[in-house]
């Protein structure tokens, strides 16, 4: 069993949908909960991130942990065109230690 | 100011060569970080880098792979005898001190064995 998972989608979406991104994990010692966006043949770029358990919002951006199911989501709302991107969830240990990453989530935004 | 900058962008060798890949991180930066992202999957920790030492190396897959830093600045990731299997994306990311969570990764190099 891998340390993260991520269905890889691909998701395609009207525009103005709410979009449902999740991973689950297995370590429960993970303490440190992100998602990237990575546009095509580009690096990616930090989302947002969460620290343990709770929500985190940011304009049109949600973080979701739920430790007790080792889950996590990101909601978009009113989700744009601009959207369309491969999102990756990560998570990581306390102290100097590697992040793990999902498999990303490709997501279209049809206009 | 400037971001992670990698090079060469894309890179297509044969089999049995020996690849170079660099790295600038953003100036001041101390940790550095070496990904690899194949086709469909998600990204592969490779090596961690606090100043020129490197006191994580558990991700690198085999001994054909080697890294290192110098001047707390640029870092190289070395393939020898590269395998088809090693055709990937190579990303690398920089933070300011080693265990933070934000790290600033680059565009990647997009290696290709053939």
């Known amino acids: 069993q891998k340390e993260v998972e991520q269905d890889p989608g691909p998701l395609s979406v009207p525009e103005g949908a709410i979009v449902s991104l999740n991973c689950t994990y297995s370590n429960s010692a993970f303490q440190y909960f992100m998602w990237y966006r990575q546009y095509s043949r580009k690096g990616p770029e930090l989302l947002m991130y969460?620290?343990?358990?709770g929500n985190k919002e940011d304009g049109r951006f949600t973080a979701q942990v739920d430790k007790s199911s080792k889950y996590i989501s990101l909601f978009i709302r009113d989700s744009q065109p601009s959207d369309s991107a491969t999102y990756l969830c990560a998570m990581k240990k306390p102290g100097n230690t590697p992040l793990v990453f999902g498999k990303g989530t490709r997501l279209s935004v049809i206009a | 100011g400037a971001g992670v900058s990698q090079s060469p962008s894309n890179k297509v060798t044969e089999k049995g060569k020996d690849v170079e890949l660099r790295c600038d991180p953003i100036s001041g930066h101390t940790a550095l970080y070496w990904y690899r992202q194949r086709l469909g999957q998600g990204l592969e920790f490779l090596i961690y880098?606090?100043?020129?030492?490197?006191?994580?190396k558990s991700g690198l897959p085999s001994d054909r792979f080697s890294a290192e830093r110098t001047g707390e600045s640029v870092s190289t990731l070395t393939i020898q005898r590269t395998q088809q299997e090693d055709s990937a994306v190579y990303l690398c990311?920089?933070?300011?001190?080693?265990?933070?969570?934000?790290?600033?990764f680059g565009p990647g190099t997009r290696l290709t064995v053939t």
């Open positions: 880098f606090q100043g020129n030492s490197a006191p994580d």
């Open positions: 990311a920089s933070s300011l001190e080693g265990g933070q969570v934000e790290q600033y």
């Open positions: 969460t620290y343990s358990s």
